[in-house]
């Protein structure tokens, strides 16, 4: 697939318009804890984390651009938008359409939840969740039993390639049926230049574009327990008998300066570093996208560049009817 390259940075004054189905309560219950499970999470303020109102969503409100020029950002594409009114901030290359690595496992996550699958079902890796295209290694050994919320959890939070793959194994209609699933919600939310090709990210065929993204990210933010587990910043889960603690992959969910309310990196060579995220800033609830950073640093540097922009410029929140 060919990529529609465009240099600059271009600011606009429009809004985005989003159509999001409603979401199955069942499918969104939390799940029972195992006794031999403990988690760690940041601590946000979850009043305005709770579940999304129209106003939490790309609506189809006026808005109005400010001038982010100076801001220095540095990724390759991004994008900055209102999430109560949907205007858009700041695009930079918005409509290039690039590899998106693991922000894949956003989309991931929204099928199986679409699913209303039984979360205390044990799930069993196999060889075929192994990953034989770029050869990345996994706590989560071939025979590992682990419950499909601890698969979605672990998929989300610290981005395990080998929880996602079972994941979409064990759907309907197996591994095809749920990436043909994938594609058929990127279609229902107009994303009209996103495939998915696999569950993981791990192949450069998965592609989307900044803008796409911001839309993806409104979505996924419409379920608790994708909120929940992407901004959880430690979980330990028993692995063959002994406790073993994974990590969140984005350092700002466990910065108690930031209130994200989802967040999700990605990385493989031909995307670059990735990152998208929900996140409070001045008091605006705002959906950022950076993709195709490199350097160890990049995404999270302009993360904050953003949020001093926006704080700087003492926005006034913008709230939906």
């Given amino acids: 697939m060919g990529f529609a390259i465009r240099s600059g940075l271009i600011v606009l004054g429009t809004s985005l318009a989003l159509a999001l189905s409603p979401v199955g309560a069942d499918a969104l219950a939390a799940p029972k804890k195992k006794v031999s499970v403990t988690k760690k999470h940041h601590a946000a303020s979850k009043a305005r984390h709770a579940a999304p109102s129209r106003a939490a969503s790309l609506g189809d409100q006026p808005g109005t651009a ?7 950002i540095q990724s390759a594409s991004a994008s900055v938008v209102d999430q109560n009114s949907g205007a858009v901030l ?9 590899p998106i690595a693991s922000i894949t496992k956003l989309m991931t996550a929204m099928v199986v939840l679409d699913s ?3 979360l205390d079902a044990v799930l069993t890796i ?9 050869g990345t290694r996994s706590h989560l050994k071939v025979g590992t039993q682990l419950s499909r919320e601890h698969m979605l959890r672990l998929a989300l939070m610290s981005s395990e390639n080998r929880a996602a793959a079972a994941l979409s194994r064990y759907y309907p209609g197996g591994r095809e049926g749920f990436v043909a699933a994938m594609n058929g919600k990127a279609t229902e939310l107009g994303l009209n230049d996103t495939r998915f090709l696999d569950p993981t990210g791990l192949t450069a065929s998965n592609v ?7 839309r993806m990210v409104a979505a996924a933010y419409q379920y608790p327990l994708i909120r929940s587990y992407t901004t959880t910043s430690d979980y330990t889960v ?6 073993r603690t994974f990590h969140n992959t984005n350092r700002l969910v466990s910065n108690s300066d930031w209130d994200i309310g989802l967040s999700k990196t ?3 060579n031909e995307a670059g570093k990735c990152l998208v995220m929900q996140a409070w800033l001045n008091s605006r609830p705002t959906i950022i996208v950076l993709l195709d950073s490199w350097g160890r640093l990049t995404r999270i540097g302009d993360a904050k560049r953003i ?3 926006m704080e700087s410029a003492s926005l006034a929140p913008r709230i939906a009817g």
Avoid: C, F, H
Avoid at 66 to 72: H, I, L
Avoid at 90 to 98: I, L, P, T
Avoid at 208 to 214: G, K, P, Q, V
């Fill in 307 to 309: 949020r001093r922009w």
């Fill in 90 to 98: 700041y695009e930079k290359n918005a409509d290039s359409v690039v």
């Fill in 266 to 268: 990605g990385y493989i």
């Fill in 116 to 118: 209303q699958p039984d």
């Fill in 126 to 134: 196999t060889d075929e969740d192994v990953d034989v295209l770029k």
């Fill in 238 to 243: 028993s692995l063959a008998g002994r406790p």
């Fill in 66 to 72: 400010e001038d982010m020029r100076g801001v220095g």
């Fill in 208 to 214: 989307s574009n900044a803008r796409d993204l911001t």
